[in-house]
Each structure stands twice: as structure tokens, then as C-alpha cells.
């Protein structure tokens, strides 16, 4: 009987790196002539920035990868140019990842984690990067970047991509009428790590335990603020206002805000606590109010 040889382990298939998906997307293995442009959101457009980026890409372009991105260094902000270099731990093609983010309705939006797409534009080869921005591996905010091989004319598509972004996140739909928080981290750097979004209490005007007239000069400086904006903005004047509540806990500082807010439909406000300013709840507490749109 003729014995068997032994059998050869089996090897693994070899993760197929970001820096080769470049080249082949781009047919060149010149990625150092790929121009970039990249932009920076806050941490709370992320919503509105993923539906903008999405919907744009849908109608624009044409698709053909779309994945996630994993390397050794998660805890660093994601580049084309970083993603371009093969390297030990370089970058490779993941399965998409998203994660539950609340924006106060009934079911929680899908937020992508770092996402890549390649896609042909009017012909033309571009790539499209949404991450996370990362400051000793917190999310600080969110990051869109796009990479297109220069182009003989001159023409990059990207600032007016950019363009259409920026438009659609200034209306600011996900928050509005609703009253959120930025979270603080806890390593006390005071930068919002991620947004916390509140029930809005129905609070009439007759359950303000305030003054009269401390009532009427809320009133005045909110709502009929916000009503003589456009006449405002005629005028050259400033078109913004944050309103700080300050006084020890339970004295209707977030009971007057929903008040306020609930009169404010089309309006995002934003609740700060104290520890956002570097203040302990035993010393003071406060609440900021403002309605940026």
C-alpha cells in the first residue's frame, strides 16, 4: 500500500489591502498623484452628514465597491493617504460596520463607522471616505474625504461635491425640534464625544414659575428674536443667540428650556451641562439654550 502523503495546510487568503483596491480602482500605481480634499463635521451633523453623503452618491454616481475599513492603527484618523501606503498592518477592506445612534424618534438611525466607496463620476474614477475624527481614540467629530486622479483640464469635482453636502447639512433636519446634549468624555477635555437626545416635555406657559416680566424678556429674546431674523440679517446684524441658565439644581433651569423649546418646533436647542464648562454640579449648575436655525 502506498502511504499518503501528508496533506499541506491550507493558507489563509490574503486580506486584500485598501492601497491595492486604489490602484486597481484607479488603474495607476501612482497613488501619490491622487488629489484629496477632505472636510470635518461635528459630532452632531453626523446624522445629516451620512444622509447627505448617501443620497448624493446615489444620484450622482455609479457604485462599484462600497466596504468598510479596518488597520492596526483604528485609533488614528483615516486618509487616503494613510490607506494608500502598504505597510505592516496595512489597511484592508472590511465587512461595513454601523453602530445604533439616537436621534429621539422610535427607532435609532444606522450610523456608518469608517466607510469606503469607489465609484465613476461622469466617466470619472472617485473615491469617497467617511470616518470617524480621532483624538486618542475618541470621536472628536466626522470626516469626509475624497481622492480624484488630476485631470488635464484642471476640473476637480470635489469642492462642489463638498458644495452639495454642506447644503444639505445647514438645514440641520435630524435635531430639529427636539433638545439634545454633547456628552462629555471622561478625560475632561470638555469636547463632546457624542450627542444624547432628550424626551421634550410639554411644559405650558402656566407651568413657568418665573416672574412676569423675567418670563416676557425670555419670551422677547427667543421668539420674537427669532421672528424678526430675516429683517435682522437685512440689517447686516447678527443672527444668533445663546441664552445661559445659571443657578443651584431644581430651579427650573430644563423645565424653562422645554418651554421654550416646545414653542420652537423648527428649532434644534441644545442643553449644556455644567460639567462642560469645567464646572462641578456642587458648585454651580447651568444650562445653555440656543437655537442655531
Known amino acids: 500500500m502506498k502511504s499518503k502523503s501528508p ?77 494608500s501606503l502598504d505597510r505592516d498592518n496595512a489597511a484592508v477592506i472590511a465587512p461595513m460596520e454601523t453602530e445604533d445612534v439616537d436621534m429621539g424618534e422610535s427607532a435609532p438611525f444606522r450610523g456608518l463607522k469608517s466607510t469606503l466607496w469607489f465609484c465613476i463620476l461622469d466617466g470619472r474614477r ?24 488630476p485631470a ?35 478625560n475632561y477635555s470638555g469636547k463632546a464625544g457624542s450627542v444624547r437626545v432628550h424626551k421634550l416635555r410639554g411644559v405650558t406657559r402656566e407651568q413657568v414659575i418665573l416672574p412676569e416680566k423675567t418670563l416676557r424678556m425670555l419670551e422677547r429674546n427667543v421668539m420674537e428674536f427669532i421672528g424678526q431674523r430675516a429683517r435682522l440679517q437685512d440689517l447686516g446684524m447678527s443672527i444668533k443667540k445663546g441664552l445661559l441658565f445659571y443657578g443651584p439644581p431644581g430651579t427650573g433651569k430644563t423645565h424653562t428650556i422645554h418651554y421654550l423649546a416646545s414653542r420652537l418646533p423648527d428649532h434644534t436647542t ?24
Not at 132 to 148: D, M, N, T
Not at 270 to 293: K, L, N, V
Open 7 to 83: 496533506s499541506k495546510p491550507k493558507r489563509k487568503p490574503a486580506a486584500v489591502t485598501v492601497a491595492g483596491m486604489l490602484r486597481k480602482h484607479f488603474r495607476t500605481a501612482a497613488l501619490h498623484k491622487l488629489t484629496t480634499t477632505s472636510r470635518m463635521f461635528p459630532v452632531t451633523a453626523r446624522i445629516d452628514l451620512q444622509t447627505a453623503l448617501v443620497d448624493l452618491i446615489g444620484k450622482t454616481c455609479q457604485v462599484t465597491h462600497q466596504s468598510g475599513v479596518q488597520a492596526g492603527y483604528a485609533f488614528q484618523t483615516f486618509t487616503f493617504s494613510m490607506l
Open 126 to 149: 472617485i473615491a469617497f471616505l467617511l470616518t470617524p475624527v480621532l483624538s486618542h481614540g475618541e470621536v472628536g467629530g466626522w470626516q469626509v474625504e475624497i481622492a480624484v486622479l
Open 152 to 186: 488635464q483640464d484642471g476640473s476637480d469635482p470635489s469642492a462642489a461635491m463638498l458644495a452639495a453636502i454642506d447644503a444639505i447639512i445647514s438645514q440641520a433636519r435630524s435635531y430639529r425640534g427636539k433638545v439634545i446634549s454633547l456628552e462629555q468624555r471622561d
Open 270 to 293: 441644545c442643553s449644556s451641562p455644567p460639567s462642560r464648562w469645567g464646572c462641578s454640579t456642587s458648585i454651580c449648575s447651568s444650562r445653555a439654550f440656543s437655537s442655531p436655525r
